[in-house]
């Protein structure tokens, strides 16, 4: 018997590539995460509205869907890149904008009470940062260092990529495991596929006794009867 736990692996880690619900649930939260500030849209909108940035600590009137998201964020967070644009939907005291850091550890400690509104966009213009004369000129001078982008239209980025995917959110989840030396012959294109599948079982330790495969299946490539024999 093989584990499920294997059998969910992606098949350069030596699985069959069948994502588990909880993988699925880890993707679908990054990319809900990655939509809100990236894809504007009615439920981007509103998720900002609601609930400011998915590193705000949630409430607990919260909904198991943003409890879901906030912890999927929390494990993510190193991924995320922020990019400052002009409309970009960035928390000013939550999200880690400076510097892969938040504004309060940016700046270590001084107070935040001049900056009433949420969102980092309301205190841009025309590519220029705007403060209010309450505003301490330290303050000033540490949010005025970073750079406005007006070029890009993604604010932000998963691992450097502008354009991720879904796909690249599970392989993300499967990342610190070891690829597998035998992946690329097993799955080959022009394999039939009942000898992959049944080579990934032998090699997997599916089966007690691999050499009974042999006699049963003298069609099965040669090295694919290699790996399987361990010849």
């Not at 970073?146 to 879904?166: E, N, Q, R």
Request: aromatic share 14%; hydrophobic share 40%; proline share 6%.
């Amino acid at each position: 018997m093989v584990s499920w736990d294997t059998v969910f692996k992606p098949k350069q880690k030596g699985g069959l590539g069948i994502p588990s619900l909880s993988a699925l649930n880890f993707a679908f939260n990054c990319s809900v995460i990655y939509r809100m500030y990236n894809c504007p849209s009615p439920l981007s909108s509103w998720l900002t509205a609601h609930y400011v940035s998915p590193w705000l600590p949630h409430s607990p009137k919260a909904s198991k869907f943003w409890i879901s998201v906030c912890k999927t964020a929390a494990i993510v967070k190193s991924n995320f890149k922020l990019v400052i644009t002009p409309n970009a939907p960035i928390s000013l005291h939550w999200d880690h904008w400076c510097n892969n850091s938040t504004l309060v550890d940016f700046v270590g400690g001084v107070p935040l009470d001049c900056f009433s509104y949420p969102l980092l966009k309301n205190y841009l213009s025309n590519l220029n940062w705007v403060f209010t004369d309450d505003t301490p000129m330290n303050l000033k001078t540490a949010v005025s260092s970073f750079h406005i982008h007006d070029t890009s239209s993604y604010c932000l980025f998963w691992k450097d990529c502008a354009k991720a995917k879904f796909r690249n959110f599970l392989e993300d989840l499967f990342s610190h495991l070891p690829d597998c030396s035998w992946n690329k012959l097993v799955w080959r294109k022009n394999n039939i596929l009942k000898h992959s599948f049944y080579v990934w079982l032998c090699s997997s330790g599916g089966v007690e006794n691999p050499g009974c495969f042999k006699a049963k299946n003298n069609s099965c490539p040669g090295d694919l009867l290699s790996l399987l024999l361990g010849t």
